[in-house]
């Protein structure tokens, strides 16, 4: 197995190069120019050349150049093309693989015309088995080692910059933006207004100006992608304005562009309008609040509003106004008493406003409508920055490691995050590439219902990262990964995750911000090691994954589940419901009494210390039999539940809440309703003691 000093020099970069935040490629020229954040002196741009290349298999059947041996031969001459042969270290997969390493001494349209003028498209779904490309600056991360970001500790260190419109209406072609808010992490924060055409004109000129006169690393909005860039962009045409003259970007050469991008969330796709400017980052912050709801249930919506409460960060005095009320109230302007401690606003002359000052001296203050939608953007792009740094600290992080650019790791799923650092250590170690499977079908994880209806004191348990642990435990990994590398990266990244948990559990108490500064770290670490098995099971995609290989995974967890539920049964304990990694316990009466002595033998007990009530069985259960990574833990416990359906149940919290888990119990336009319901259930159930759910509904 490689070690882990290797591993951590690999994925940070072994070149010592820092503050670069994007690159980009120049055709004419074949180089690659750095866009450098320094701390002191600002924003530079540096170039450098590289050797394009690609991966290459066996082209014999593909009629390349006709078969032509000579006309290869000129070709290659003509392109500045060199040939080499791959280590495949006797595999088969990798000797049917890509074996062949094709540069060129020339650009990397030299290395594409070599293989369209031969009849191979390099980007032709027929020719994706046999020819592989990366990117120009993909290409430069891989074989120069460098990656993005480096010197910067924090996300925050980077500069970023949000924005969002307010609009009379949703159609650009005939609505009018009258608003635009803005704000960095740095102080700047502006709001400019427009009230007729020709201010919305001067109004889209200042927008554009202040990101040049900023010069910003990230650009996001929130639904930008959607939304707030096409409406912008449409009504610069509609006004007459030259979008190629007032959208500057860091290479006066290059304009604003656009092109067609793929969002990639968990198991489903969606395209999406990438809106490109040289030398920024351009992002929509909406995308990473999706991709993180495709893969947590517990987020019910992706509106910026919403998220904002979830994470527990919205303002005493968020200013709220509902979508339909905004243009209304801003050009009625009429006058408001505003309460600035709680955001609250009330028309002056409205019932209950009769000498509203004098009867609540030093609460309200009178304002205007401009001024009620005005501070209602500034929360707007205050919360933008917000949820930025909460969920793109994930990609800020990956883009450290992943070589590729920031944009792009936005957008894509952890498959092709894996394919990339294979493909770079590949490079990097001049292996081949070996050939991608078929994808079959398999028998996966286990789910149950074992008990409708109410049941008190419930105790979820789940194995620590089951099926990452398994593979490193039981040595779970494709015989085509020939170093090993797989393998140690995968424990690289459990042990950094396991890392950055304890300094947040330490730092809790005695520094709650540091402490949520290293939970976020470890989010987006759990989330990549945890997909290595979809990618591991995704062999038409990823050329390392194993289909057999998948199937012994979820088989070796389902016998530790089973196993587990078994043990803990003969204790007392009911089980209630599993799903994969986890069973909800109805724990047994009296069971707090017990104790147990840690001894140890496993990294989740410590020894002598002394354990009590279901933390004692769980202490003891590890230290009989979780080895190595293997570990159980508490992921909760609950006063009831009520058990619908299989992945359907609700939860009552200590704090008297209810928490809905399954699709059938979070429709969307009855969740407040069905929230509602379950309360009274609960409070029924835990009156009248009734253990059938369905006996007592039905009564209701």
Not at 293 to 300: M, R, V
Request: with cysteine.
């Amino acid at each position: 197995m490689v070690s882990q000093e290797e591993i951590e020099k690999f994925l940070l970069g072994e070149d010592e190069e820092k503050y670069i935040v994007a690159l980009e490629y120049d055709y004419r020229s074949n180089k690659i120019f750095k866009v450098i954040q320094h701390p002191t002196n600002g924003k530079q741009l540096k170039s450098e050349s590289f050797i394009p290349f690609a991966w290459v298999g066996d082209l014999k059947g593909k009629k390349f150049y006709n078969g032509s041996k000579y006309a290869q031969k000129e070709a290659m001459s003509k392109h500045g093309i060199i040939i080499e042969k791959l280590d495949t270290r006797g595999d088969e997969r990798m000797e049917q693989g890509l074996k062949y390493l094709v540069k060129t001494t020339k650009t990397y349209s030299n290395l594409v015309n070599f293989f369209k003028m031969g009849g191979l498209d390099p980007w032709d779904r027929d020719n994706s088995d046999n020819i592989a490309i990366l990117p120009p600056v993909e290409q430069y991360l891989c074989q120069k080692q460098k990656r993005l970001f480096k010197g910067f500790e924090e996300y925050d260190e980077v500069h970023r910059f949000v924005f969002d419109i307010e609009t009379t209406g949703l159609d650009a072609t005939k609505d009018k933006i009258f608003l635009i808010g803005m704000k960095d992490n740095r102080g700047f924060e502006k709001v400019i207004a427009a009230q007729n055409e020709e201010e919305e004109k001067q109004m889209i000129i200042d927008f554009f100006n202040t990101i040049n006169y900023l010069k910003p690393t990230l650009v996001g909005g929130y639904n930008s992608a959607f939304f707030d860039f096409p409406f912008i962009l449409t009504r610069a045409t509609i006004l007459g304005l030259d979008i190629d003259k007032i959208a500057k970007t860091l290479n006066p050469e290059k304009t604003l562009r656009q092109k067609k991008g793929i969002l990639k969330l968990a198991n489903e796709m969606e395209d999406y309008t990438q809106t490109m400017m040289w030398g920024y980052n351009i992002v929509d912050i909406a995308h990473a609040v999706r991709r993180a709801q495709a893969i947590n249930s517990d987020i019910k919506s992706w509106g910026l509003k919403y998220i904002t409460q979830f994470i527990g960060a919205e303002k005493e005095n968020r200013v709220y106004v509902k979508g339909d009320k905004i243009g209304k109230i801003y050009f009625d302007n009429k006058d408001y008493y505003f309460n600035p401690k709680t955001g609250g606003y009330k028309e002056v002359g409205t019932p209950g406003t009769e000498n509203l000052m004098e009867r609540f001296p030093g609460h309200y203050e009178k304002v205007n409508g401009e001024y009620i939608i005005e501070r209602y953007l500034y929360d707007d792009i205050w919360e933008t920055m917000v949820v930025d740094e909460e969920f793109n600290q994930a990609n800020f992080l990956l883009a450290k490691l992943v070589p590729t650019t920031y944009e792009r790791l936005s957008t894509m799923g952890t498959a092709t995050l894996w394919k990339m650092i294979m493909m770079s250590w590949s490079y990097k170690h001049g292996l081949a590439i070996p050939k991608k499977g078929d994808k079959r079908s398999f028998t996966g994880g286990l789910s149950r219902l074992l008990q409708v209806g109410y049941s008190t004191d419930v105790l979820k348990l789940d194995y620590s990262s089951l099926y990452p642990s398994i593979q490193l435990v039981h040595d779970v990994f494709p015989k085509c990964d020939v170093t090993g590398a797989m393998k140690s990266m995968l424990k690289y990244f459990r042990d950094t995750r396991i890392k950055y948990k304890k300094l947040a559990a330490d730092y809790y108490v005695s520094d709650p911000k540091l402490s949520s500064q290293y939970n976020r770290k470890q989010l987006p670490i759990k989330i990549f090691i945890n997909a290595f098995f979809g990618s591991l099971s995704a062999p038409q995609v990823f050329p390392w994954g194993d289909m057999d290989m998948g199937e012994q995974i979820t088989c070796t967890g389902r016998q530790y589940l089973r196993q587990m539920i078994m043990w803990f049964m003969k204790r007392g304990y009911e089980p209630l419901v599993m799903d994969t990694d986890g069973v909800n316990f109805a724990v047994p009466e009296g069971r707090d009494e017990h104790t147990y002595i840690g001894k140890g033998l496993n990294g989740l007990v410590e020894e002598g210390k002394e354990y009590k009530g279901s933390d004692a069985d769980v202490a003891e259960y590890n230290d009989l039999f979780m080895r190595g990574e293997m570990g159980l833990d508490t992921d909760g416990q609950w006063p009831a539940t009520i058990n619908v359906a299989r992945k359907n149940y609700a939860l009552l919290t200590d704090k008297g809440k209810v928490k809905l888990t399954g699709n059938k119990l979070n429709l969307r336009n009855y969740k407040h309703m069905l929230r509602s319901f379950w309360i009274r259930v609960f409070v029924c159930c835990w009156t009248v003691k009734v253990k059938s759910f369905w006996t007592l509904t039905m009564s209701m």
